[in-house]
């Protein structure tokens, strides 16, 4: 069924002809390759990998970066790439969201051009895929406690520890792996597949993002060649930049996910008839429906300021992370709300909207957890960094 969207504000006058156009495209892609085959790949627990090259294709992976066989689009268009393969499922959106903004972007902005010009354009096209290694067991909120390290001999970067939860981890070529040196440094590496003492373990028996791939990566006296280091990716904040990448693009997706429960839930109730009427005549079902648009309505508003702030290089990551903080939260309570008015046809996979709720509850707490938000956005108006 060809998705209509949901613009009560009539924010579509907000956009470029372009930004338009990449919507309708990757809306049109999400439409005919993704919703007829991604419940089935969600029951399996598998990723679609027939897409990557497909997505590929469409110029989706680093959409915003400029050269290296990149679109070069701006922020706003490569939202609405986010919106559209969310709507799909927070899997599809997670695979490039993490390629572009954990991957090809740390190698743009810390990278030597001698790496760029090898792995950009190979990202691009989806002929390589990545991975983000920041993530430990013990070690997620506060990222700056990590405890994997590196060492330096004359020719090779030494690495040992473990990440954990980290998409794409076995099907990843390259992982993009943080550790500390010798004077507790951290700093970033590019680990490729198939190095000695380099091992991707898949996580089973998820009940989230299940047609993710999640993973452990384990470094046991991993030896790297000197140049893999990204000579600049020195310091936390480093890689704090790149989850800032990652968050703007979550912002976005959260209200694809949001609208499509939303669609669903709305042509449900008015086709469900009971006590001899549609449910949608009810004034609590209304009540829910009315909620739904007013929240998607006013997320639309929020990541079109944003990625025009981003575009001006005005936003910060205070910004991002109050676009991420509430867009996830409502997509949340939409999606619960849509399972609602669904009854008991909404557990099933004949519809959408739990598989979303499901997927959502993940993308609360990933890439800084709701709460983190809270206390980034509360250290920014206070001045009081209350997690410290």
């Known amino acids: 069924m060809e998705f209509k969207g949901v613009d009560f504000y009539n924010t579509d006058s907000l956009l470029t002809e372009e930004e338009l156009m990449v919507r309708k495209m990757v809306r049109e892609f999400v439409d005919k390759e993704v919703m007829p085959i991604i419940n089935d790949y969600y029951e399996r627990s598998e990723f679609p990998m027939f897409l990557i090259s497909k997505m590929g294709e469409l110029g989706l992976y680093g959409a915003n970066i400029e050269g290296y066989d990149c679109a070069g689009l701006n922020n706003i268009a490569y939202g609405l790439i986010m919106q559209e393969l969310e709507r799909g499922d927070s899997a599809i959106r997670s695979f490039v969201s993490v390629q572009s903004g954990l991957v090809m972007y740390p190698i743009l902005e810390y990278g030597n051009e001698e790496q760029k010009k090898y792995y950009l354009p190979k990202l691009a096209q989806g002929k390589l895929i990545g991975c983000f290694g920041l993530t430990e067991q013990d070690y997620g909120s506060n990222p700056g406690g990590l405890i994997t390290t590196v060492r330096k001999d004359n020719k090779h970067y030494i690495i040992n520890g473990e990440k954990m939860w980290i998409t794409n981890g076995t099907i990843a070529d390259i992982a993009i792996v943080w550790a500390k040196d010798e004077n507790g440094v951290i700093n970033g590496f590019i680990v ?67 609208m499509a429960c939303f669609d669903e839930a709305l042509r449900y109730a008015k086709t469900r008839i009971q006590f001899d009427k549609p ?31 981003k575009d001006k290089k005005l936003a910060n990551h205070v910004h991002i992370s109050l676009a991420k903080r509430n867009n996830v939260e409502i997509a949340l309570k939409i999606s619960r709300m849509a399972r609602d008015i669904l009854g008991a046809s909404g557990i099933t996979l004949e519809y959408n909207s739990m598989r979303h709720m499901c997927n959502l509850e993940s993308v609360y707490t990933y890439e800084g957890t709701h709460d983190i938000h809270t206390l980034i956005i509360g250290a920014d108006i206070t001045g009081i960094e209350s997690y410290k």
């Not at 452990?216 to 310091?235: M, R, S």
């Not at 904040?237 to 693009?249: D, E, F, I």
């Not at 949608?280 to 944003?306: D, G, H, P, R, W």
């Open 279 to 309: 449910i949608a005549s009810f004034q609590l079902v209304q009540n829910k429906l009315v909620y739904m648009l007013t929240e998607i309505t006013k997320a639309q508003l929020l990541c079109i300021q944003l990625g025009r702030l």
């Open 192 to 258: 490729e597949k198939g190095t000695p003492g380099f091992t991707a373990i898949s996580i089973k028996k998820k009940i989230s993002l299940r047609a993710s791939d999640t993973a452990e990566l384990v470094f046991e006296d991993c030896k790297i060649p000197i140049e893999n280091h990204l000579p600049k990716a020195v310091g936390l904040k480093a890689a704090l930049k790149c989850l800032s990448q990652a968050r703007y693009g979550i912002a976005w997706g959260a209200i694809g996910a949001a």
